[in-house]
């Protein structure tokens, strides 16, 4: 079976750090765009961290800036996400999704993974 997993969330304060992993499981990751989205109570869906691993190539929407990175370990064939400097309204679900095509980061998703809550607060 194809699968994504993504965990390591959890409660953290703010200024926190947390990191998230995706690890796939059925396929390897090579040459697709592995994506974290993010959904907070009440609100839709968003982008939030996208690598593709063609060519390595990241993009962060700018809300995140400068505290998120995205980084791929291809032999455990997982990525993860380093979160820093957390705030309140990082909190969500976040999710991790699987493009076939290496250049779509946030659109048109082949493989979802179930959310893993990150929760900022003090």
């Known amino acids: 079976d194809v699968q994504l997993q993504a965990s390591g969330g959890g409660l953290v304060q703010p200024g926190g750090s947390l990191r998230l992993s995706c690890a796939a499981s059925?396929?390897?990751?090579?040459?697709?765009?592995i994506g974290w989205f993010r959904q907070a109570p009440g609100k839709e869906r968003e982008g939030v961290s996208c690598?593709?691993?063609?060519?390595?190539?990241?993009y962060n929407r700018d809300s995140v800036k400068g505290r998120f990175t995205i980084s791929s370990d291809n032999a455990k064939n997982t990525v993860y996400l380093q979160m820093n400097t957390l705030k309140p309204e990082d909190t969500a679900i976040y999710y991790c999704?699987?493009?076939?095509?290496?250049?779509?980061?946030?659109?048109?998703?082949?493989?979802w993974g179930k959310g893993t809550l990150v929760t900022v607060s003090s």
């Open positions: 690598i593709s691993n063609r060519d390595g190539s990241t």
């Open positions: 999704a699987a493009n076939k095509i290496p250049s779509y980061c946030f659109s048109d998703m082949d493989y």
């Open positions: 059925g396929f390897t990751l090579d040459y697709y765009a």
